[in-house]
Nanobody, 120 residues
Framework: QVQLVESGGGLVQPGGSLRLSCAAS????????MGWFRQAPGHQRELIAA????????SYKMAVKDRFTISGDNGKNTVYLQMNSLKPEDTAVYYC?????????????WGQGTQVTVSS
């Protein structure tokens, strides 16, 4: 069974940066798409960034576009999320997931997530 392990979260001041990592391990991992989701208190979990087809396709929720960058390392089954110009409204637990296509995510059991808190 594939396991997802997110890391890299923390407390950062507004305007700061963080880089999240997600490593997929376990039996055969062969998903063409990976993505980052986040869930803020009182809100539903939402997809904010996705990458597919070896990086040829990347998509972002409008709220994070031009501030966040998703990238992947297929050889390591790892996906990253570089987050710049962070805002208090980015505070949430961040999760990764995968699927055969962006539209089919999430296809795997959720990991524990990583908490991102943006506050002065």
């Amino acid at each position: 069974q594939v396991q997802l392990v997110e890391s890299g979260g923390g407390l950062v001041q507004p305007g700061g940066s963080l880089r999240l990592s997600c490593a997929a391990s376990g039996s055969t991992f062969s998903y063409s798409a990976m993505g980052w989701f986040r869930q803020a208190p009182g809100h539903q979990r939402e997809l904010i960034a996705a990458i597919a087809n070896g990086g040829q396709i990347a998509s972002y929720k409008m709220a994070v576009k031009d501030r966040f960058t998703i990238s992947g390392d297929n050889g390591k089954n790892t996906v990253y999320l570089q987050m710049n110009s962070l805002k208090p409204e980015d505070t949430a637990v961040y999760y990764c997931n995968a699927g055969s296509t962006i539209g089919s995510m999430p296809a795997l059991p959720w990991g524990q997530g990583t908490q991102v808190t943006v506050s002065s």
